[in-house]
């Protein structure tokens, strides 16, 4: 079992940029593919991101696809989405989450599909 914490988030005006940190503390020699999920106001939780165990496979929501960017670092448990180019409907609480799995390319975009989830870091985005 894992535990997760996210940090990072906060406002920032259209156009801007912040970088979400997703560390992981626990069982964190097994393998698991780690994801980003976020849910505006008022909307169901959607997926934003997703990364493979070992970097090589990643996804994203076409809402997002070419301004953010999902990252690892193994050695610190650490997982990162670089948000650019921000706009006002990427306002949302950001979720963390992870599942075990032995496949390197495994990228569920399904939140059904994650069995550990972190408390949110809300981002406001807004001039």
């Known amino acids: 079992q894992i535990q997760l914490g996210e940090s990072g988030g906060g406002w920032v005006q259209p156009g801007g940029s912040l970088r979400l940190s997703c560390a992981a503390s626990?069982?964190?020699?097994?393998?698991?593919?780690m994801a980003w999920f976020r849910q505006a106001p008022g909307k169901e939780r959607e997926f934003a991101a997703a990364?493979?165990?070992?970097?090589?496979?990643?996804a994203y929501a076409d809402s997002v696809k070419g301004r953010f960017t999902i990252s690892g670092d193994n050695a610190k448990s650490t997982v990162y989405l670089q948000m650019n180019s921000l706009k006002p409907e990427d306002t949302a609480v950001y979720y963390c989450?992870?599942?075990?799995?032995?496949?390197?390319?495994?990228?569920?975009?399904?939140?059904?599909?994650?069995?550990?989830w972190g408390q949110g870091t809300k981002v406001t985005v807004s001039s």
């Open positions: 989450a992870a599942r075990q799995t032995s496949y390197n390319d495994y990228v569920p975009r399904d939140q059904i599909q994650y069995d550990y």
């Open positions: 626990g069982r964190t020699f097994r393998r698991y593919v």
């Open positions: 990364i493979g165990w070992s970097g090589g496979s990643t």
